[in-house]
């Protein structure tokens, strides 16, 4: 059973970095599709960054796209964080499903997820 435990939130002003990572135990990184998707207090679930372990293939959303990078090894998944804005604002969760989704950004398509991290940018 795949088991997601992100760590790596903080504060940060705008403009600095963090690094978000996520544990995924039970899991053979080449079969899945991982993703971090955030949710900001009274807003919808948003993707931001999807990689599928089979191909390296990454996707990423138009609001994140130069600032954030996915990336993954056996056992942990990242997600790198440049450029931070107030609206990056946002609980974080590090979702996963087995084979590849033709929707990666798109969080329904996501049945595993953390507990989340907290990231809060202030101006």
């Known amino acids: 059973q795949v088991r997601l435990m992100e760590s790596g939130g903080g504060s940060v002003q705008a403009g600095g970095s963090l690094r978000l990572s996520c544990i995924t135990s039970?899991?053979?990184?080449?079969?899945?599709?991982m993703a971090w998707i955030r949710q900001a207090p009274g807003k919808e679930r948003e993707g931001v960054a999807s990689?599928?372990?089979?191909?390296?293939r990454t996707t990423y959303a138009d609001s994140v796209k130069g600032r954030f990078t996915i990336s993954q090894e056996v056992g942990k998944l990242y997600l790198q964080m440049n450029s931070l804005k107030p609206e990056d604002t946002a609980m974080y969760y590090c979702?996963?499903?087995?084979?590849?989704?033709?929707?990666?950004?798109?969080?329904?398509?996501?049945?595993?997820w953390g507990q989340g991290t907290q990231v809060t940018v202030s101006s």
């Open positions: 979702m996963a499903r087995w084979g590849y989704a033709f929707r990666p950004l798109e969080p329904s398509e996501y049945d595993k």
């Open positions: 039970g899991s053979d990184p080449k079969y899945y599709q």
């Open positions: 990689i599928y372990g089979g191909s390296g």
